[in-house]
């Protein structure tokens, strides 16, 4: 019994010990638990510092700058213009008939007077035998009736014949003049209609796809043609300009400059053709507020091609001595257009700026700098008023890129072996 009873006291205390080892291992677990949160909550906050968020206080901004330099740059416009043909011709029959010959292929270049496509000849050669059978027979009148005008004059000389009859022969010798001259007519008409059987080209250029095919009787009303011809050397290129910027061009070609056109793709990127500006429209379109003008190009390597899309920039001057600093540097906010500037002590101060012509990735400032600042280029996102900034320099990132390549080489390596 005793025995019996100092069992019943030990387990009621060994369950107590029991419950308190587990509450003290789930706190415990806990702790660990909060702990790993906090720790990982912590890194990421790091990382998100490092990417482009909030930098810990004290901590330099990595930061590329470049100098405010006074060099010369271009004032050019850019517009999205339209390749056109500089003549654009629809090749008509100017008679009826049946098409014998074509004489050209689709796609083919040709010169003005080239033979392009023959109509049967037939019924215009006979038309014009027949005028010229009709031309001679009134010459053979005519003759005729001059030679008994001088018999008739020769009579009333000697006074044989009235004056009546002399005048009645000298007014038909002149109605045989007449017709004289209207069978002339007959004659080049029906000439001029039997060449027209020679269809040629009008101008020299390229020739798109043909309309109607050899056999086909084709009639001069036909407004469908048999080809078109358009030329492409030279080119010209439409594009349109907003009303604002009409004064400083006009202003460059009353004073009888030449300005320089060029062409880029439709990305932007490569250069297609430079020419020049040859007109502007004499109007304003009212309702876009724009202004059509027009560029004329060799188009020598015919890269060039009708109804193309091209990026247009037309330089309208140069300002010798501009305060120029890259495009990267200008930012825009609530205060306009400004800059990060670099003090002595490597801090930054928001200057706002006027920014002017923008010309192979460098931008004009009109007034809020002056040649010999520095400016930050990159890393921005980061900055504010007074932040302190670290200058990351060519030579130290291509380090670091170094630095990491053999760490990640090292790394690697025995992994490598393994396999």
Request: no cysteine; net charge positive.
């Amino acid at each position: 019994m005793p025995e019996s009873g100092f069992a019943q006291n030990r387990h009621p205390r060994a369950r107590k010990w029991a419950a308190g080892l587990i509450i003290l291992a789930v706190l415990a677990g806990g702790g660990y638990w909060v702990s790993g949160k906090l720790t990982s909550i912590g890194s990421a906050q790091k990382t998100f510092g490092r990417r482009g968020g909030p930098v810990m206080a004290g901590a330099k901004v990595p930061v590329k700058i470049a100098p405010v330099e006074t060099a010369p740059i271009n004032v050019v416009l850019k517009a999205i213009g339209t390749v056109t043909a500089y003549n654009t011709v629809t090749v008509r029959s100017r008679v009826d008939g049946e098409l014998q010959k074509i004489a050209f292929v689709d796609g083919q270049k040709v010169k003005q007077g080239d033979l392009l496509a023959q109509i049967d000849p037939r019924p215009y050669q006979v038309q014009l035998d027949q005028a010229i059978g009709q031309q001679k027979q009134n010459q053979a009148l005519l003759e005729n009736a001059r030679r008994d005008l001088q018999r008739y004059q020769l009579l009333y000389k000697q006074n044989s014949i009235a004056k009546q009859q002399v005048d009645t022969q000298a007014s038909l010798v002149q109605q045989y003049l007449g017709s004289q001259k209207s069978d002339q007519a007959a004659v080049d008409s029906a000439r001029l209609q039997l060449s027209f059987t020679r269809i040629t080209a009008p101008i020299s250029g390229r020739l798109g796809l043909r309309v109607v095919d050899q056999g086909n009787l084709i009639s001069a009303s036909s407004t469908d043609g048999l080809v078109v011809i358009t030329q492409t050397q030279p080119i010209s290129t439409v594009f349109t300009l907003p009303q604002s910027q009409l004064s400083m061009v006009l202003e460059q070609m009353h004073a009888g400059k030449t300005l320089r056109v060029d062409l880029y793709d439709r990305g932007d990127t490569n250069k297609l053709a430079t020419g020049e500006l040859v007109s502007v429209d004499n109007q304003i379109d009212v309702a876009t507020g724009t202004v059509k003008f027009k560029a004329r190009f060799a188009n020598d390597d015919e890269a060039l091609f009708p109804n193309q899309f091209v990026n247009v920039r037309l330089l309208v001057s140069t300002e010798p001595s501009a305060v120029v600093i890259p495009v990267e540097a200008l930012q825009q906010g609530s205060i306009g257009s400004f800059v990060y500037v670099v003090n002595d002590d490597n801090k930054v101060h928001v200057q706002q700026v006027t920014a002017g012509a923008i010309d192979e990735g460098r931008v004009a400032i009109v007034s809020g700098l002056k040649s010999g600042q520095k400016v930050v280029t990159d890393g921005v996102d980061r900055l504010s008023e007074g932040a302190a900034i670290e200058v990351v320099t060519p030579e130290a990132q291509a380090e670091v890129a170094k630095k990491a390549a053999e760490a990640a080489s090292k790394a690697a390596g025995p992994h490598s072996r393994r396999r």
